[in-house]
């Protein structure tokens, strides 16, 4: 059994300035995508999209990471607390970030920057999907640092104690999500995207294998706090909120590799 080490989530304070760990984490995640973006754009004939435009499209990711990863944690998990402490709705160091809410946040931000700069939409999709898993890793460690999303119990060799939680020794769901959604999904889509696929098809596969290893994963994550818990037939939110993104994305690899022209 393993005792969670009570991480200050604090990396640096200067008099009342204080850096949070879970900051930093988003930070790294959105260096990870420029980094990586810099990489594809080299590796493309021709490239979508020049640096100054990876650049805008950083920008505008980040808005759409953060108020819909905010918007869906208040919406979809939380409404109750948010409603009765709307002050920390703007706390985002404090964590409580829904990636499902962040991610239709990004689709809406890509349609209209695709839009602005007059790109197709899927293929600028399919140029970000293997960017994005990073950032969920790091995601996931900062869930770690904080201390929440612990999982559920366990009698396995690792499950990990979290004191403030109880004293039952539990998965650390946070870290299988940093493995799958993160590392493992990461791996599958950059050697997937090497090679030339009709459009859709990369965003097609991150939607399946974002969807699947999720709902595997809340098997191990304790249900969200808040008015859900497990719901019809002992699924949880996040399994309920990754069920259609793994039939869109089967729908997407079939129509797209049915009909879309390969770049």
């Keep these: 059994m393993l005792v969670y080490p009570q991480f200050n989530p604090i990396a640096v304070k200067i008099g009342p300035l204080a850096v949070h760990w879970y900051g930093l984490m988003y930070m790294a995640g959105f260096l990870t995508f420029m980094l990586l973006g810099r990489r594809r754009i080299a590796n493309m004939s021709p490239p979508l999209l020049d640096y100054k435009g990876l650049d ?39 964590g409580g970030m829904s990636f499902h809410g962040g991610f239709l946040g990004v689709l809406v931000a890509m349609w209209l920057f695709a839009k602005r700069h007059r790109i197709n939409w899927l293929m600028l999709m399919d140029f970000i999907a293997p960017l994005v898993p990073p950032g969920l890793a790091f995601g996931r460690l900062g869930n770690f640092i904080n201390g929440e999303l612990w999982g559920r119990p366990t009698d396995l060799p690792w499950g990990m104690v979290f ?33 030339p696929r009709p459009t859709g098809a990369i965003s097609g596969l991150f939607l399946i294998g974002y969807g699947s290893f999720r709902f595997i994963a809340e098997f191990a994550r304790n249900p969200d706090d808040g008015i859900f818990g497990l719901m019809t037939f002992g699924v949880s939110m996040g399994q309920w909120l990754s ?11 079939v129509w797209s590799h049915r009909r879309a022209p390969k770049r």
């Design 243 to 253: 069920l259609p993104m793994v039939l869109a994305g089967i729908a997407m690899m």
């Design 56 to 94: 805008d499209l950083l920008f505008y990711g980040v808005l759409g990471v953060i108020m819909g990863g905010r918007l869906g944690e208040v919406l979809f998990y939380n409404p109750g607390y948010y409603l009765a402490n709307p002050t920390k709705i703007l706390a985002v160091w404090e």
């Design 163 to 195: 004191p403030k939680v109880d004293n039952l020794p539990r998965h650390p769901s946070q870290l299988y999500e940093f493995a799958l959604e993160g590392v493992l999904l990461f791996a599958i889509l950059w050697i997937y995207a090497k090679k």
